[in-house]
C-alpha cells in the first residue's frame, strides 16, 4: 500500500545545531507539504513543492529550507535551531491539479529544542 | 487570503450524545471546505469534504457537514459520538494553488 513516513519519529536536540527531518512519500504525487502543530495555532504551513526542483515559502518559513530532488522525498532542514522550533512537524502529499484533492499526511516528528 | 475560524477549542460530550463541532471560513474565491482527525499521537486522517453540489455532506464514521455559503460556515455533526471519537477535529480551506489553511482544531472528549 502507498504511505508516507516521516523520520526520526522522536528528535531532542540543542539550540544552534543544524536538524534536517525526513519525509518520504510512496503515493507517486508531486505535491508535497511540511506544516508544524502548536497547541492554539492548528496546521501552519512551512514549505511546499508542486514537484522536483520545486519550492515555496509558506506563513512560517523563517529558519526552514527544503530541498526536492526527486518525487518521493521533501527533507525539512532547521539550519540553527532554536527553542521556538520545538514543535509536532507533519508532512503531507497530494496528487497536483485539482485544487479540492485530499492531502494524505504522515505521522509526524515531535522535534524539541533544548 | 482564506482563513478558517473554529469556534471552539473544546468540546465535551457524555457517550451517544449528539455533537456539533462549529467552523466558519473566509475568503474571496470558491473555495472547497475539509475537516481532518487526529487520533492521539497520529497524523491527519480526512472525513469529509465539500466540492459543489449538496450542501450536506457525508463522511466516514458516521460524521456529516454542512455548507453555509450565505453564513460562510461548515459546521461539523455526530448524531451520536462514541468513545472512539475521542479526538481533535480540523476544518481546513483549500485554494487555488492547492494549499490548504487549517483552523485551530477542536478538542472532542467523549465521557462515559
Known amino acids: 500500500d502507498a504511505e508516507i513516513t516521516q523520520s526520526p519519529r522522536h528528535k531532542i536536540t540543542e539550540t544552534g545545531r543544524q536538524v534536517t527531518l525526513a519525509c518520504h512519500q510512496t503515493w507517486n504525487h508531486n505535491n508535497m507539504f511540511w506544516y508544524r502543530q502548536d497547541l492554539g495555532h492548528g496546521l501552519r504551513l512551512i514549505h511546499y513543492s508542486y514537484g522536483v526542483q520545486d519550492t515555496n515559502k509558506g506563513e512560517v518559513s523563517d529558519g526552514y529550507s527544503v530541498s526536492r530532488s526527486n518525487t518521493e522525498d521533501l527533507p525539512l532542514t532547521l539550519e540553527s535551531a532554536a527553542s521556538s522550533q520545538t514543535s509536532v512537524y507533519f508532512c503531507?502529499?497530494?496528487?497536483?491539479?485539482?485544487?479540492?484533492?485530499?492531502?494524505?499526511f504522515g505521522p509526524g516528528t515531535r522535534l524539541t529544542v533544548l | 487570503a482564506q482563513s478558517v475560524t473554529q469556534l471552539d477549542s473544546q468540546v465535551p460530550v457524555f457517550e451517544e450524545a449528539p455533537v456539533e463541532l462549529r467552523c466558519n471560513y473566509s475568503?474571496?474565491?470558491?473555495?472547497?471546505l475539509f475537516w481532518y482527525v487526529q487520533y492521539p499521537n497520529q497524523g491527519l486522517q480526512l472525513l469529509l469534504k465539500y466540492l459543489s453540489g449538496s450542501t450536506l455532506v457525508k463522511g466516514i464514521n458516521g460524521f456529516e457537514a454542512e455548507f453555509n455559503k450565505s453564513q460562510t460556515s461548515f459546521h461539523l455533526r455526530k448524531p451520536s459520538v462514541h468513545i472512539s471519537d475521542t479526538a481533535e477535529y480540523f476544518c481546513?480551506?483549500?485554494?487555488?494553488?492547492?494549499?490548504?489553511?487549517f483552523g485551530q482544531g477542536t478538542r472532542l472528549t467523549i465521557n462515559p
Open positions: 481546513a480551506v483549500s485554494d487555488p494553488s492547492q494549499k490548504l489553511v
Open positions: 475568503s474571496s474565491v470558491s473555495v472547497y
Open positions: 503531507a502529499s497530494s496528487e497536483p491539479g485539482l485544487a479540492e484533492n485530499e492531502q494524505f
